[in-house]
């Protein structure tokens, strides 16, 4: 996180449009209600097929509606398949013997990280087909295929719960027409293709799951691949919803929970009393899914959106001069000074965004925003793997005063409103929550967050542990030695109000584990210009929880960030005072004085300034640019460090005057009551 210009309404909308938004908002469960029942209707009176919507782009044999790409190169199989049989065997476990197969569950997870498809190379995976596994950042689009497309794109698929289905190009051509006649009956969250390099004749593949069948045998390995594609379809750690019932013309929900058959329940005309009867309970079934998030007296998070596309080929402007280059050799190529060099084109993001970054990249990098064709926001700089949260935008620039921009640009949306519905939808659930806040009784602050000491709001409250829409983290935490604490800043609008903190942290915890492929949201703690103290990274916050917030010193360390872009700015004393608390209690529970030094082991990495295996000497309280080759926390707030470091040790001392003085009168109340029972 380096230089940004202070932008307080950058990207913000504007009141009015906001408030016709919301006067929407009360009429969309009616909207929905009729699309539903108009749908549902066409269905029962002509029968006809309720998903060529137009992202099926080759015949309904692929989808790309949900975040996949067909890879150049790589054919689509638009052949008609065999109708398969009826289902013999219905039990996994039974189906796979009957057909000889091998069924392996409960495979080592081998790790999610996103790869650079124009600089890594790909694993070595466990096993093959792979199972599992570092992958590139964009799926494979659910589809069949004719062509083997590189395992880093359908890894992917696999972590977003998909289920994929692989042949040997070598088997006869009928037996390759069954197998795509069980695809052609059940497409949703499935992928066909062939696999010229597997020790199968067939196989389907889960995450951490595998089928492999050394023959074909006929309906029974149809059995076992059906089996086997109903059992694990949608249970990848980052289930991502498929074309499956919410297409259907039952018009059923469940982001995340549609993987099931898509088959038309409808099978003779209907009477136009029980066509009025469905069309009753289908607009019942929509006001009841409309409204049902909302019903709750903790307020009403919308589910975050994550979407991405390449950066658009860009336009070089000038070349480095020698002084520059030298002064970035001496930075290893961290910062950002000198012209600009290259700048890409405006780009349309595929849906309004209120977060955005490059995935992945370290180096620093700078962003601008607009909306609507509107005014762009200021310029602002970004580094080490961190979004800049923009408000509502849904266009960006690019441009670097270093390296070449290449990689693909990565959005949060954290509102809800990434589509029109959508935000109708969200802000018909904001009013219905604050109308059942208000009947309760028990109004509760966007952030309040209880009586713990310090005062902060957890995971649940800002987001993290709602389903779909969360950021929970991808494994188990691990645990460290807290010798220092580390401030940063997130290179955030300043101007957000205190409702919007909560998305704010959802988002950038979202683009940490998605985009960068992290386990987690990289800081320990975030504090937002109201004062209010968020938990960050999972594993409690009274624990030394490992982050990734300062590389080469993370399992030595506690990250906080005032959310904000204090490179001019100067934070609040509000935000001032809960780094302060959160500084105090931190460190005053690790036993670490907040006035003296302390030395760290540096574990090396490219923005770490000592090498690796070399101890340096830091305060025990510092700005991440001391250690690391970044301007964070901004030059405005590192200016205040000093003063920080003296109030939290000034609040550690009181608070260990208060437990003495405590102390001293129980001692005393002890000796006199012994005195007075004498």
Known sequence: MSRGEDESEQGRPQAGAAGRRLAFGYVAAGILAAVIVVRLVVALAGGADGGSDGAAAAGRNVDTRFGGEVPP?????????????????????????????????????????????????LPDYGTNPPASGDHYPVPLADGAFLDYPSPGSYVHSLEHGRV???????????????????????????????????PYEVAAVAWTRLLGCDAYAGAATLDAVRDFRDAYRGRGPEAVPSR???????????????????????????????????????????????????????????????????????????????ATLERAAGRGGYGAEGPVLYRSAPVAAPHRFYLVGIAGRMHAFELRVRESGGEWSRWVETDNGDPVYTGGSDEVQVRSRGRPIRGRLHYVNVSGDATFAGGLVNDLRGAVNSAVVTLAGAAVPAASAGTREPDWITRREWGAKQDPGGCEPRQRPQMGRVKAGVIHHTVSVNGYDEAEAPGIVLGICRFHRNGNGWNDIGYNALVDRFGNVYQGRAGGMARPVVGAQAEGINSQTTGVAAIGDFTGARPSRKLRRGLIRYLAWKLELAGVPAHGSTHLLSDGGPSQRT??????????????????????????????????????????DGNLRRRHSRDRRSRHRRAHGGIRAS
């Open 164 to 198: 994929i289905i692989m042949y040997d190009p070598a088997v006869s051509e009928a037996d390759q027409l069954a197998l795509k006649g069980v695809f052609d009956a059940d497409r949703p969250g499935v992928d066909l293709l062939p696999n010229p390099g597997m």
């Open 73 to 121: 190169g790589i054919r689509v199989d638009d052949r008609v398949g065999t109708p398969p049989p009826a289902v013999g065997i219905s039990d996994l476990d039974a189906a796979a013997e009957a057909a000889g197969c091998e069924l392996r569950l409960g495979l080592e997870d081998e790790g999610s990280a996103h790869l650079d498809p124009d600089e890594d190379e």
């Open 611 to 652: 090498p690796k295996g070399e101890r340096m000497k830091v305060k025990t309280i510092f700005y991440h640019g001391v250690t690391n080759y970044t301007a964070c926390a901004g030059a405005a707030l590192n200016r205040l460090v000093p003063r920080i470091r003296r109030e939290v040790a000034r609040k550690i």
């Open 244 to 322: 499956s019932d919410i297409a259907c013309r039952t018009g059923s929900p469940g982001p995340g929970r549609c993987f099931r058959s898509c088959k038309d329940p409808f099978t003779h005309p209907m009477s136009s009393r029980r066509i009025l009867l469905a069309s009753v309970l289908a607009l019942a079934g929509a006001l009841v899914w409309a409204v049902a998030p909302a019903l709750s007296t903790l307020p009403y998070r919308p589910a975050a959106a994550d979407f991405s596309q390449p950066v658009p080929p860009v336009k070089r402007l000038s070349t480095a001069t020698p």
